[in-house]
């Protein structure tokens, strides 16, 4: 018995050969500890099969990962995470490319494949266009083996010309005698990719996709979790941890899916986004003060109505109130969990 995520696999593989049609140039991205929701082993070998469509190279988040991955894949990886000088190099077949984001770092791989990650308005990690008579002289080198470059634009487009931006960043490189035969590129839409390619034509604009080609079709995928007993209770019975009680006659439900699984976890989508509205914050101060009340509403649902929890979600499994008068689900039964994928730890993942 566990939470368990279900893929409707006929609609996830042509989802994702959806997704390839429109980025024939793309480059899965498989990363997390839980791989998308998905496991990074499964998304490996769905991304095998992506290869008949021209992918043969998929990007992971860390060296930890490659590691993870390379035994489920035999294209190259491409390691996103840029190397830090010091770091082990661990022992990773020739196919791995690191990601560098400093001089310093190309120089300390030279001899190892690696993909140079150029400063954007992400202001995360990169070379500034300062650093490029210093990267023209450490490419010199006969040693230095360049899969590309990369940039990581701001998925919100509020303010600047992203398209420019990239396209001043190839300028500059090759105006250095730097040749950019393959720019790997985050976050931008079809109609840019073509733009940019034809205003480089001697650069194969290649995007990093992950969330939209595994994620893409939510119908595709349901997280269930398995019904562990179904106890009959009362108006003012006391149950669980805290004792509190039972508010009218139902069914208190114990199901697979608790905190460990990251059930009753929010995403925090909204956070950096300024304050928000009067609407989002009425609704905020509305489930806090059900919480004072021991009132949730839970990601659960049964016959299509969402369940409540009876009391906060434990490690392992979550408890959860059925009013009288709905026919109960049996032991054994699973129950519908909406959940999000990349922040829930599922037990198992079944391709049906």
Known sequence: MSLTLHVDTERWRAHQDEVLARHPDLVPVAKGVNGYGLGIPNLMEAASKLAAGGVEITAVGTAAEAEQAKDH????????????????????????IRTVSSVEAVEALLGRRVVIDLMTSMRRFGLEKKDIPRLATALESDQARVEGFSVHM????????????????????VAAGIPVRTLFVSHLSPAEISTLAKRHQGTTVRPRIGTELWLGNRKALQARGTVHSVQKV????????RQHKVRADGYLI???????HGVGLENPKNFGRGVPGLKSRAKFTARAGLALLNRTMSPFSWQGKTLWFAEPPHMQVSVLFLPAGVTPPKVGEELPVEVSPVMTHVDRVVFD
């Not at 009362?234 to 941890?241: A, E, H, L, T, V």
Request: no cysteine; charged share 25%.
């Open 234 to 241: 009362s108006k003012g019975d006391r149950f669980g941890y």
């Open 73 to 96: 894949y035999s294209g190259r990886l491409l390691v996103l995470t840029p190397y830090l000088l010091g770091e082990d190099v661990r022992g990773l077949p020739d196919r791995v």
């Open 254 to 260: 114990v199901a697979s899916g608790g905190t460990a």
């Open 154 to 173: 701001p998925l919100d487009r509020v303010a600047g010309d992203y398209l420019r931006e990239v396209s001043d960043w190839v300028d500059a490189l």
